[in-house]
């Protein structure tokens, strides 16, 4: 265990200095021998630390002469424009999303438009088999009701990896929900009455838009740096308009930023001043490139108001709809409404869960998946770089499952939607993340799909016709 720590902490430490451009492209590295040495490390456990750098794209060894920081063409594309929604409630449905999520589960088509990590990624068969034990263990093979609050294996194992970013919290804080949708669905609804004003992040998950629209909100975007997230600045401007604020603040879909941890404090601090819930969406907070998985707001969380949202549709099996709230204060009133619209939630399938986690499994499966996502990061973006129009800027995600790409004025993302289409590729327009007249020249593309000379080529194709409607404009 402690060599497992040391080779981490070690790896973590040369990758974030290379991240952060304190180890330059190109620069040759301490060998094996002297850092085995430094560190007080075994040779072999060296060697480990190189073969994790190596296998995230970060050093590249060349023989008879060590390791070297690997060329980084992903860092070379400029970022997306900071968002400038207007500061004006607006509830303007795009026309575009139903086509767009129409194409969910389709087979014959590359789905980069849907933001889940592909099976082949997915560790399906311990997953049937923690079902088959469950169904077994249970009372009356899990055919009965759940207790309201939810599974108690499962809040256990959620309150306890909450350790890891300093939530601390208990089983008794936890209400397992069916997804992480149907938790936001159920913080909205306790904490608004229709009419009532939400401030989300822009660009936002075109789900959270239409889930606000459906209650009735108004919805105010929050203008967001493609790297730190929402303009705190720009938040205090909307305080006085606002009922209840909902943030993704860790790899927010689709930029992927992490906000600082500055940041989510002042935030949590800002609203309690002014008695305004926060929802706290978390979906992605375990997919984290970095060394370390990020906090939360619900870490700076003194009142209660963070209403802190989770899930494993995002990390482990998306149809299973396993979610959980940590409602803060408002407990009570998300139990009463869990209990008119959910009841219960699958049991045979949370008990799986809980049991998935409790034994490591979860973990040893996301260090797997995080490498694989960073991995399809970098590969992405030098395949944009080599084939997509002459002035593409590309989001830096830090975490999660989303590209953000924005091509030249001239390029309707629209328009390349249905000419993708036709060469059955699908992807997510940038219209759709947002109610306001804006990122008609950006979209969304899943990271989360196994990397293949036929991706490669289909993202060739994206960029081939990008080039086309832009020389036509």
């Known amino acids: 265990m402690k060599k497992d720590f040391l080779y981490n902490e070690i790896a973590g430490n040369i990758a974030d200095k290379i991240k952060t451009g304190v180890l330059k492209e190109g620069e040759r590295l301490p060998s094996v021998r002297k850092l085995s040495k430094e560190h007080g490390i075994s040779v072999n ?17 060349k023989p008879q002469s060590g390791y070297f920081i690997s060329p980084r063409k992903y860092l070379k594309l400029p970022l997306p424009e900071a968002s400038q929604p207007v500061p004006i409630a607006n509830n303007s449905e795009p026309d575009e999303l139903m086509s767009v999520y129409a194409t969910m ?18 560790p ?60 936001l669905a159920l913080c909205m609804m306790a904490l608004t009455k229709p009419g009532d004003t ?34 705190i600045e720009a938040l205090k401007q909307l305080l006085p308009k606002i009922n209840v604020c909902l943030l993704v603040p860790n790899f927010n879909t689709p930029l992927g930023y992490c906000m600082p941890d500055e940041s989510k404090k002042e935030i949590v601090a800002l609203l309690a001043d002014h008695h305004i819930p926060l929802i706290e969406d978390d979906l992605y907070g375990d997919l984290h490139f970095g060394p370390r998985r990020p906090k939360c707001c619900k870490s700076f969380d003194k009142d209660g108001y963070v209403l802190w949202c989770g899930s494993v549709s995002k990390t482990l099996a998306p149809g299973y709809r396993v979610g959980w709230v940590a409602p803060g204060r408002y407990k009570e009133q998300i139990l ?70 924005e091509l030249p004025d001239s390029i309707d993302t629209r328009e390349l939607y249905n000419y993708a289409l036709k060469k059955q590729i699908s992807i997510s327009p940038g219209r759709i993340f947002t109610l306001q007249d804006q990122f008609h020249n950006c979209m ?23 080039k086309m409607i832009g020389r036509r404009s």
């Open 45 to 61: 456990t060296a060697k480990r630390v190189f073969l994790e750098l190596e296998a995230q794209s970060l050093v590249q060894s």
């Open 105 to 122: 589960g389709r087979s014959d088509l590359t789905l980069f438009s849907i933001g889940v990590p592909s099976g082949n990624l997915l």
């Open 124 to 183: 399906l068969a311990k997953l049937k088999k923690e079902i088959v034990l469950a169904t077994r263990a249970m009372k009356e093979g899990g055919t009965e009701y759940e207790p309201l609050q939810g599974n108690v294996k499962l809040r256990r194992m959620v309150a306890a990896r909450s350790l890891a970013w300093e939530g601390n919290l208990k089983e008794s804080d936890l209400i397992t929900t069916n997804g992480c949708m149907n938790a």
């Open 198 to 231: 939400i401030a989300l992040e822009s660009p936002c998950y075109p789900g959270i838009l239409q889930l606000a629209l459906s209650l009735r909100l108004k919805v105010l975007e929050i203008a967001t740096h493609p790297l730190t997230g929402i303009d």
């Open 336 to 405: 009463k409404l869990k209990l008119i619209h959910v009841l219960s939630s699958p049991s045979v399938i949370n008990e799986a869960v809980g049991n998935f986690l409790l034994t490591g499994r979860y973990e040893n499966h996301l260090r797997y998946l995080r490498k694989t996502l960073q991995e399809n990061y970098r590969k992405y973006v030098d395949a944009i770089a080599a084939y997509f129009p002459e002035g593409t800027k590309v989001s830096r995600p830090q975490g999660g499952l989303a590209l953000w790409i």
């Open 444 to 466: 969304r593309l899943c990271i989360g799909l196994p990397w293949t000379d036929q991706l490669k080529l289909k993202l060739k194709q994206l960029g081939n016709l990008a």
